[in-house]
């Protein structure tokens, strides 16, 4: 069943990048039960074809697959042309395109010694390539996409703009500088971008997920049984007040209340957390 029609979302038309993640289908799908129509952009059209069909069977029909690569502009504006004439003009962007890459990480958490395979697995053995490809998908994809349906926001007069940012953009996450310097980039962009918006009613925010356990982290969270955490499972829920990982269902409700141009009207220019107390713990 749709959500009460009181977040105003109701056939507001919606565009998620990175559609079919596992943290960004349950955001599609959050707007689609708020009523949205939703395009749902990303590199693989397979992945898409089947969000569309699982969101169709629990009721939501009004969803658009597109596959567009947010690093390619020319994409971005195809998608949008097809949008246009599907739906009509973008109302909210959502930003959950992202990623990290095997080769933009470090092999160490701290470099402790001079030797070349010690050089080698910290800092100085990081693949440049790899980091550009790291900051450019969770950054320059959602500097494009901006730039692109934000239009539709500017000449309807209404918007709004979710980026995706992580808890990595306050306290980085050791071995992984790319992703990090990414993130922290994009709480700057989000800050950015709504002051600059701020007179055009198009409201700019984003989320900050914590640690969530979904299919394509899982092994990094649990052993191979399924249920023994790892030794970095146990780091990370010791540092993380309410003990548990985080569900893609959890980011519902910060989405549909980030997107209401009802109950957020007057909220531009934040990063919320969704995580469980770890941006609030100091860990004594």
């Not at 979302?9 to 955001?27: E, H």
Request: glycine share 10%.
């Amino acid at each position: 069943m749709e959500m009460a029609n009181c977040e105003g979302l109701k056939d507001r038309v919606c565009v998620v990048t990175g559609a079919a993640g596992g943290l960004c289908s349950a955001m599609a799908e959050a707007l689609c039960e708020a009523g949205a129509k939703v395009a749902l952009l990303g590199r693989t059209e397979t992945k898409l074809l089947s969000l569309a069909r699982l969101l169709q069977q629990k009721g939501y029909s009004n969803t658009l697959p597109i596959q567009a690569d947010v690093l390619v502009r020319e994409d971005l504006e195809n998608a949008r042309e097809i949008i246009r004439e599907r739906f009509g003009l973008t109302y909210l962007l959502l930003n959950g395109a992202g990623g990290n890459h095997p080769r933009a990480v470090t092999q160490v958490e701290m470099l402790q010694g001079n030797t070349e395979k010690e050089l080698a697995e910290g800092f100085f053995g990081l693949d440049l390539e790899a980091f550009d490809a790291v900051f450019d998908l969770n950054f320059k994809g959602s500097l494009l996409s901006c730039l692109v349906f934000a239009e539709d926001m500017a000449r309807a007069g209404i918007g709004c703009i979710i980026n995706i940012s992580s808890m990595s953009a306050q306290l980085p996450m050791t071995r992984a500088p790319a992703y990090a310097a990414a993130k922290a980039s994009i709480d700057n962009f989000t800050r950015w971008l709504a002051v600059h918006f701020s007179k055009s009613n198009i409201r700019v925010n984003a989320i900050a997920p914590g640690f969530f356990s979904t299919a394509q982290n899982r092994f990094l969270l649990y052993e191979k049984d399924g249920k023994a955490l790892t030794a970095r499972g146990r780091r990370i829920l010791s540092q993380t007040p309410m003990g548990e990982f985080g569900r893609p269902e959890d980011l519902k409700g910060a989405v549909r209340y980030l997107a209401s141009p009802e109950l957020a009207r007057f909220v531009t220019g934040i990063v919320l957390p969704v995580d469980g107390g770890f941006s609030a713990f100091s860990g004594v």
